[in-house]
C-alpha cells in the first residue's frame, strides 16, 4: 500500500470520531481510539506515538469493519472479544453479560467477606456466572478455596471455562444448572454470590439498543416482574448457604424493598448496601447459626 495515498492513524482516529459523533456514538474519540488499538495490538499511547503511520491495507479493512459494527450500536466489548473487570481481562461474547463495574462492588465485598472468616476452606458459589468474571475474580484471590459456577446456558459456560484457563485458575468447577428448579452441587455453601437476571420484561423495549439488540434476553429478564430469581433464592436460601455463612446478591434500581421483604420473611439478618453512585445495588443475607 502506498505511502502516498495513505491514511495514517491520526488521519482515520479524526475521521472516525467525527463518523461516530455523527452516529450518536457515546464517547466517539474514546471509541475510535480503542478500536484502533485492537486492530493494531497497542496501547493507546502507542497510537499517540505513531500518529503519522500510514495504516496498512489488511489495518484499514478491520478498522472499517470495527466502525461498521460499532454504528450499528454493537458494544465495543463484543468488537474487541474482552472487557477489564476488578483486576483482570475477560473474553466476552453475545453469549454474556457485559460485566459492569458496579458488579465489582460484588466481588470486592465478597473478598472482605472471606478474609473476615479466616478459613481456608470455605466453600462459594456463583449462580448465574456468565462469563464467569465474579467467581473467577474471587477465586484469583483465594486460591486455597472452593468455587462453584453455575449457568443455565452451555455457551456461556464455555466463555467460562476459556477465562478461567486463560487466568489459570484452578479452584473452581462449573456446571449447567438453575436456581429455578434446583440446588448446585455441593450445596450449602459458606458463600453465596449471584448477579441474576433482573430486569422486568416491560423494560427491555426502554434499554439502550446495544443492551436489548445484542447482550443475551436470557441474562437480562426473567420475562417477568424481575423478581423470579430473588424468589428462588429466597425459597432455597436455608438449603444453599451453611449455618454461619452469607449470601450477596445485586439488584436492580427501586427492588432493594421487594428484594429484602422476600428474606426477611424468612427472619434472616439482610442489610442493603449502595453503590459508589448511590444506588442500592447489592443485598447480605446472613444465615444465624
Do not use: W
Request: negative net charge.
Amino acid at each position: 500500500m502506498s505511502t502516498s495515498n495513505s491514511i495514517t492513524i491520526g488521519e482515520v482516529i479524526k475521521k472516525g470520531a467525527e463518523y461516530f459523533a455523527e452516529k450518536g456514538i457515546d464517547s466517539p474519540r474514546l471509541t475510535m481510539e480503542l478500536l484502533a488499538c485492537d486492530v493494531l495490538g497497542v496501547e493507546r499511547i502507542g497510537l499517540y506515538l505513531n500518529f503519522d503511520k500510514p495504516l496498512h491495507a489488511n489495518e484499514l479493512s478491520r478498522l472499517r469493519s470495527h466502525t461498521a459494527r460499532r454504528a450499528k450500536k454493537e458494544p465495543l466489548q463484543y468488537i474487541v472479544g474482552s472487557t477489564e473487570f476488578y483486576k483482570y481481562k475477560f473474553s466476552v461474547n453475545e453469549s454474556v453479560l457485559i460485566p459492569r463495574p458496579e458488579t465489582e462492588q460484588l466481588v470486592e465485598k465478597a473478598i472482605a467477606t472471606i478474609k473476615a472468616q479466616k478459613n481456608s476452606s470455605l466453600t462459594v458459589c456463583d449462580i448465574g456466572t456468565g462469563s464467569g468474571c465474579i467467581a473467577i475474580s474471587i477465586a484469583k484471590e483465594f486460591p486455597a478455596i472452593t468455587v462453584v459456577a453455575t449457568d443455565i446456558s452451555t455457551q456461556a459456560l464455555t466463555t467460562a471455562k476459556n477465562n478461567a484457563r486463560q487466568l489459570e485458575v484452578l479452584n473452581i468447577q462449573f456446571f449447567e444448572t438453575s436456581i429455578l428448579s434446583e440446588n448446585p452441587p455441593g450445596a450449602p455453601f459458606d458463600i453465596v454470590v449471584s448477579n441474576p437476571p433482573y430486569i422486568e420484561i416491560e423494560e427491555i423495549s426502554s434499554l439502550q439498543e446495544e443492551v436489548k439488540s445484542y447482550e443475551p434476553m436470557v441474562a437480562l429478564t426473567d420475562n417477568e416482574d424481575g423478581l423470579s430469581f430473588y424468589r428462588a433464592l429466597s425459597q432455597r436460601f436455608d438449603s444453599l448457604v451453611s449455618n454461619g455463612g452469607t449470601m450477596i446478591i445485586e439488584i436492580g434500581a427501586n427492588q432493594a424493598e421487594k428484594v429484602k421483604e422476600l428474606f426477611e420473611k424468612q427472619q434472616h439478618s439482610v442489610k442493603v448496601f449502595k453503590d459508589y453512585s448511590g444506588h442500592e445495588r447489592l443485598i447480605e443475607i446472613k444465615k444465624m447459626l
